[in-house]
Antibody
Framework: QVQLQESGPGLVKASETLSLTCTVSGGSVSSGSYYWSWIRQPPGKGLEWIGYFYYSATTHYNPSLKSRATISVDTSKNHFSLRLTSLSAADTAVYYC?????????????????WGRGTMVAVSS | QSVLSQPPSVSGTPGQRVTISCSGSTSNIGGNGVNWYQRLPGTAPRLLINRDNERPSGVPDRFSASKSGTSASLAISGLQSEDEADYYCATWDDGLNDPVVLFGGGTKLTV
């Protein structure tokens, strides 16, 4: 059974860069069957999709974050990462990683079937 | 204000049937499959419904969903106390050159 676990700093300063990692167990980030996504939820607000990575090195981002977000994969460590630059208080949120889509069952990307527990990131001024 | 509009809250008593609506447009709900997620307090979201009305393995058949035009709805029958959670609809929006996954604002279900 695939499990995902986010890790990273709980507190970062405004204008700096956030780096988060999602470690995958019970499955492989190299699998061509899935996409790997990041999603966040600011306190008291709804969910926001950040973007995904596909094993062929394809990435796709939410236009609202496109200029600041980068998602990459490290197959040797079986994890994928999110890098978010130029942080502001508006980036304070719980950040989730998720396994996205399923090519074997024609489940389209944007369908998040497995989620990590989430990690809270606060941006201080 | 989310592009996908959900009621902020709904409530029901045990055993009742409740529905949660999700309203969008032709560029999102009207042209793409809708997924529904349940987020129990203190936990990560869980996929409840995908491709408009399909239940993943393990999701009770008390949960059902439908779509008509640019609106979708989630129905929960035989309401149970453990159904108390936040519910989100989600779909792709490809109205602009850069498609994006959108979530509704979420609906808090009180049992």
């Amino acid at each position: 059974q695939v499990q995902l676990q986010e890790s990273g700093p709980g507190l970062v300063k405004a204008s700096e860069t956030l780096s988060l990692t999602c470690t995958v167990s019970g499955g492989s980030v190299s699998s061509g069957s899935y996409y790997w996504s990041w999603i966040r939820q600011p306190p008291g607000k709804g969910l926001e999709w950040i973007g995904y990575f596909y094993y062929s090195a394809t990435t796709h981002y939410n236009p609202s974050l496109k200029s600041r977000a980068t998602i990459s994969v490290d197959t040797s460590k079986n994890h994928f990462s999110l890098r978010l630059t130029s942080l502001s208080a508006a980036d304070t949120a719980v950040y989730y990683c998720a396994r996205d889509g399923d090519m074997d069952t024609a489940m389209a990307p944007g369908t998040f079937e497995v989620w990590g527990r989430g990690t809270m990131v606060a941006v201080s001024s | 204000q989310s592009v996908l509009s959900q009621p902020p809250s709904v409530s029901g008593t045990p055993g009742q049937r409740v529905t949660i609506s999700c309203s969008g447009s032709t560029s999102n709900i009207g042209g793409n499959g809708v997924n529904w997620y349940q987020r129990l307090p203190g936990t990560a979201p869980r996929l409840l419904i995908n491709r408009d009305n399909e239940r993943p393995s393990g999701v009770p058949d008390r949960f059902s969903a439908s779509k008509s035009g640019t609106s979708a709805s989630l129905a929960i029958s035989g309401l149970q106390s453990e159904d108390e959670a936040d519910y989100y609809c989600a779909t792709w929006d490809d109205g602009l050159n850069d498609p994006v996954v959108l979530f509704g604002g979420g609906t808090k279900l009180t049992v």
